[in-house]
């Protein structure tokens, strides 16, 4: 009986798909036969090939495994990063032209996009559309070189978003671009007094190496390549383009055959230079300091070179950033008090010191003035760095935005009063544990109280932030004095934290120092756990080994393994 009934259904289920599809085949026919004049204004206009753009589309979504369709989620991924939404049945096909508009439109309207139910713009879902095949996604890719201003804080951010959404490019799209491109030492030095176009060569070149992966990334560091992004690090560019061209080479050397080709250009001579910046007044230089010390410090090593956490002065820093309460990609400077995210994922930490009763505050220094959410958070908050959720994206944490003008809270934002910070800015943030309250300040200006936190988190508090691509700030937690303290009495992190000596190191991520005998040692378990977890993230085995190749794991204390 059970075979029986299997059989009707299955039969009954074929008729009524040669129904479908015959009903499909007729239909489109029957409609054109009537004719534009009786269909009025309700017609949706089509390409003259509307047919065979069904089918083509049909096919293509078939045949095209690089297109991923990601599950439906109750929150966005990134949080300016809307999600994927395709071609409708009933909607027409979008036109593949001006693609510099569309371009600047999803530049202009990116950092309205936070709610989470809220539709991606046009534009980007045309881009998206234009990128499945190589010759829209070359399109795109040009576009954003060329149309990206220079003095836009979110531009560097939506080159990585779009291409971070877009499809893997084949192995001939790649081989195209660097063909188009045509980059060498040379090409580095014309249109000096035009940096964008360098900037946003050198940021495209840093989100398809952290991309992709292996043969791939080995294939696209051509000499010629190379030697453009080297050129780029000279003092005679402009620092922006001096910026991205070195976190182009740290993805890059993701893939350890092309850390190894980076680190015998001698790249570590022009860093120590660099590193100089690490506390200019000019914020951009400070951004090329920053990063040329965490890639000598964690990449490109200089034999003779002390590690900055073995030289730098702790002895007033009392609470910093928890290195050990942060997620994967952050970089935390040596001293504890400044990060920056490189990574296309939205990353956080907490300081390393919590509060449960009283009036508590502390200060930010704004160095980018791109997307942050940065506030109180508890130990219940959650960081999931891939999945977009930060500090004020659940209901123990409330965060202010002050590039989008939002505070938020549960993941739901609401605008605040403040005009949109800027470089040098000063953040306060005041929590009163007695009235129940947090008030954020710009520069001493402060807004209404926010409570609503409270009523699921009432103890607990840590200082605590997280970034978007290409952001970075500096925290003080009260070791030097503040520019704006409140009027009324508070207490500082530093008055009343502690941290030993050895709580306060921040190692390099995943390297430590080569002893004497040429192996390396791992002195806690902090460092094993960091080796399980790159285990644990990486997506191809090369990246794998990349991450671990300067690493060994130790189960036992200070017992020294080869480094092979």
């Known amino acids: 009986m059970i075979v029986v009934a299997l059989v009707v259904f299955y039969a009954s289920r074929s008729l009524f798909q040669g129904l479908l599809l015959t009903l499909e085949h007729h239909i489109p026919c029957l409609l054109g036969a009537l004719g534009a004049s009786n269909m009025g204004n309700s017609c949706v206009c089509r390409d003259d090939s509307g047919a065979e753009d069904n089918v083509e589309s049909r096919s293509r979504q078939t045949e095209n495994s690089r297109v991923h369709v990601p599950e439906a989620r109750s929150h966005p991924r990134d949080p300016v990063r809307p999600p994927r939404r395709g071609r409708g049945p009933h909607e027409p096909r979008r036109k593949k032209q001006n693609v510099d508009g569309l371009v600047l439109d ?8 936070v709610d989470n139910d809220q539709e991606p713009p046009y534009s980007m879902i045309t881009l998206h559309e234009m990128a499945e095949t190589d010759e829209g996604w070359l399109e795109v890719v040009q576009s954003l070189i060329r149309v990206i201003p220079l003095e836009d804080p979110l531009g560097p951010a939506v080159i990585t978003l779009l291409l971070d959404e877009c499809p893997l490019p084949t192995k001939d799209a790649l081989q195209k671009l660097t063909e188009i491109l045509n980059l060498s030492g040379a090409a580095a030095c014309q ?17 398809l190496a952290e991309k992709l992966a292996g043969p791939a990334s080995i294939g696209l560091l ?3 390549i190379l030697e453009y992004l080297l050129q780029s690090l000279n003092f005679q560019s402009h620092p922006t383009v001096m910026l991205f061209a070195l976190i182009a080479l740290e993805k890059f050397a993701q893939t350890s055959e092309n850390k190894m080709t980076v680190s015998e250009s001698c790249i570590s001579d022009q860093l120590i230079l ?9 914020y951009l230089k400070r951004q090329v300091g920053f990063c040329a010390q965490w890639s000598l410090d964690n990449l490109f090593l200089k034999e003779g070179r002390q590690f900055t956490y073995e030289k730098v002065d702790l002895t007033n820093i009392r609470a910093m950033l928890n290195s050990n309460d942060v997620s994967e990609y952050l970089k935390i400077s040596p001293h504890g008090l400044e990060a920056r995210c490189d990574a296309s994922s939205f990353e956080s930490v907490r300081c390393t010191f919590c509060v449960d009763s009283g009036v508590w505050y502390y200060e930010v220094t704004v160095i980018t003035s791109g997307v942050m959410q940065i506030g109180w958070a508890t130990k219940d908050s959650k960081f999931l760095n891939h999945e ?4 004020g994206d659940d209901e123990y944490s409330c965060a202010y935005d002050g590039c989008r003008q939002l505070i938020w809270y549960n993941a739901r ?11 040098g800015d000063t953040i306060g943030f005041l929590l009163d544990l007695q009235e129940k309250q947090m008030i954020f300040y710009l520069n001493g200006n402060q807004l209404p109280a926010e409570k609503q936190v409270f009523s699921s988190a009432v103890s607990g508090f840590f200082a605590a ?19 704006y303290p409140p009027s009324v009495k508070f207490s500082t992190f530093n008055d009343y934290a502690f941290l030993t000596a050895e709580e306060k190191i921040i190692l390099p991520r995943y390297r430590e120092k080569l002893g004497e005998t040429g192996f390396l040692l791992m002195p806690d378990w902090r460092n094993l756990a960091s080796c399980v977890r790159a285990y644990l993230i990486c997506d191809s085995t090369e990246r794998l080994h990349s991450r671990l190749d300067t690493v060994a794991l130790c189960v036992k204390k200070d017992h020294p393994y080869p480094t092979a």
């Open 274 to 282: 660099l590193e100089k910046w690490t506390d200019n007044p000019d």
């Open 191 to 207: 249109d000096a007094c035009h940096p964008a176009k360098h900037r946003n060569t050198t940021a495209v070149l840093g989100c």
């Open 413 to 423: 934002s609401k605008p605040h009063s403040h005009p949109c910070w800027k470089e």
């Open 106 to 113: 999803t530049l202009a309207v990116i950092r309205t996009l």
């Open 222 to 224: 051509s000499p010629g």
């Open 465 to 483: 932030a997280s970034f978007m691509s290409y952001q970075q700030c500096e925290f003080n937690f009260g070791a030097k004095p503040f520019k």
């Open 388 to 391: 977009g959720y930060g500090i």
